[in-house]
């Protein structure tokens, strides 16, 4: 019996976390790693000051939503570009409930996916990948996501320093600052690594912690058809032309090694990582290693279909869904 009522929260549980067809929750964690870092957390200077006096405070996990909602592009329509995007953040800002209770809602996000490498930032990755419309080149191999800062210089978003080694620095500072606030928080992480001997913590989480869903309005079929009629701009060709200085040996061209150096997956350990799904496996070459034929991963071709990733928002109806209701 007990294995049995065990197996169905398993099944609830999936159906939560991934749902229909067009319903799709985020990935545990950020989505680049499962391994997580000590202390370490340094924000920005506003820390969302003045925010929860007499209100209801709603913390969002910034870089599981980004990552979240790749996720749900994945689940619902196939898509397979892995990278944290922009919509996701903009879309749990927006929820229509946060009006509704009169809560100050903030965001705590990575500043690399705000501002740094194209490789980092959110609806960057590489100069194949980039949604063009969503960020600009400041020079010096340094770029901007403008949606993102655009919710900086409002306020809602606050930028969390990542120091080398310590990936789990915005997790830190989101606990922190939701405790001191009784705040609730918006996230798919259960922070496990962090509850791990802190009994009060772990107390806190259970009825704090809330996790999310995005609901699509649309099907696969109908995005690719409507999306005919127009140009996805996804790439570089659709960025205007790189600064004349930094244009020497480049024919005036976007180049990786000038303005986007760098891994384009840094979090991928390995190439299955690289991709969402099986596409993104390795395909497997036989080699030798001591006297015995092992198979060693080789990285597959890149080929992310259609690019789900950078449609309008009216191409994707799409509605940010957390499990906390008022």
């Known amino acids: 019996m007990r294995g049995r009522a065990t197996a169905t929260r ?7 976390r991934w749902g229909a ?44 939503i980004a990552w979240g909602y790749s996720a749900a592009l ?4 196939g898509s397979k570009n892995k990278q944290p995007l922009s919509r996701g953040v903009l879309a749990a800002l927006a929820h229509e409930d946060w009006a509704k209770i009169d809560a100050d809602v903030v965001c705590f996000v990575p500043s690399t996916y705000v501002e740094g490498p194209l490789h980092g930032l959110a609806d960057g990755g590489d100069l194949s990948t980039v949604v063009a419309k969503n960020v600009r080149y400041l020079g010096g191999g340094a770029w901007r996501n403008e949606k993102l800062y655009a919710e900086v210089e409002r306020g809602r978003v606050v930028l969390v320093e990542r120091p080398a080694g310590k990936r789990s620095a915005d997790d830190l500072k ?81 180049s990786a090694e000038v303005h986007a150096s760098g891994s384009s997956r840094p979090w991928a350990r390995y190439a299955k990582d690289a991709l969402w799904g099986k596409n993104g ?25 259609f690019p789900f990733w950078a449609l309008d928002d009216e ?12």
């Open 315 to 326: 191409f994707i109806p799409c509605v940010f869904n957390p499990s906390c209701k008022f």
């Open 21 to 64: 067809p067009t319903r799709a929750a985020a990935v545990e964690g950020d989505g680049a790693s499962a391994g997580v870092g000590e202390d370490g957390a340094s924000a920005s200077a506003s820390e969302g000051e003045g925010v929860g006096e007499g209100r209801p405070v709603i913390v969002l996990d910034g870089a599981n």
């Open 74 to 77: 994945h689940a619902a329509f």
């Open 281 to 305: 496996q390795p395909r497997m070459k036989k080699r030798r290693s001591m006297g015995k034929a092992v198979r060693a991963p080789q990285l597959p071709a890149k080929d992310l279909g």
């Open 174 to 254: 989101i606990i922190d600052y939701a405790r001191e606030r009784e705040a609730r928080i918006i996230s798919n992480d259960r922070y496990n690594d962090h509850k791990m001997g802190v009994g009060s913590l772990k107390a806190y989480l259970k009825s704090h912690l809330f996790d999310y869903e995005f609901v699509f309005g649309t099907d696969k079929k109908r995005i690719e058809h409507q999306a005919e009629a127009v140009e996805v701009c996804v790439g570089s060709k659709y960025l205007p032309s790189p600064p004349v200085e930094e244009s020497e040996g480049t024919n005036g061209e976007w």
């Open 10 to 16: 398993r099944r609830r549980h999936r159906a939560r």
